[in-house]
C-alpha cells in the first residue's frame, strides 16, 4: 500500500485506526474503498450489538443513535468519493481476449 492510499484511509477512518490492520486489509481487499467500507461496516456492527440506548435515572443516559447514524452516512458517503487507487475514467483496462486453436492443415 503506498503513502497516498493510507493517508486517504487514515482520513476516513481516523489517524487512531490500527495501520498493520489497514495494510493487511488492503492486501487481501486490494482496493482502498473496500478497506474503508469493510472497517466502517464492522464500527456499525459493533454499535448494533450493543444497546443503543441506556439510561440510568437521575444518574446517566448514554445514547449512541446518532453515531450510527454518522457512521451510517460516512458508509452512503464513500461511494462519492474519489479514492486514490480508483481507476481513472478513460484509462484503458485490461481486456482479456480469447481465441480457439485448430490445427493447421498440411497436405502432402
Do not use: C, H
Not at 18 to 25: H, Y
Request: glycine share 6%; net charge negative.
Amino acid at each position: 500500500m503506498n503513502p497516498a492510499v493510507l493517508a486517504w484511509l487514515l482520513a476516513q477512518l481516523g489517524p487512531t485506526t490500527d495501520q498493520t490492520g489497514l495494510t493487511a486489509r488492503y492486501a487481501r481487499l486490494a482496493s482502498a474503498r473496500e478497506v474503508a467500507r469493510e472497517v466502517l461496516s464492522e464500527r456499525r456492527a459493533n454499535l448494533l450489538a450493543e444497546p443503543l440506548r441506556m439510561t440510568v435515572d437521575g444518574v446517566v443516559t448514554i445514547d449512541q443513535s446518532n453515531n450510527l447514524q454518522g457512521l451510517e452516512r460516512q458508509l452512503a458517503a464513500l461511494t462519492d468519493t474519489s479514492a486514490p487507487d480508483d481507476p481513472v475514467a478513460g484509462e484503458p483496462g485490461i481486456e482479456l481476449v480469447t481465441a480457439p486453436l485448430v490445427p493447421a492443415r498440411r497436405t502432402r
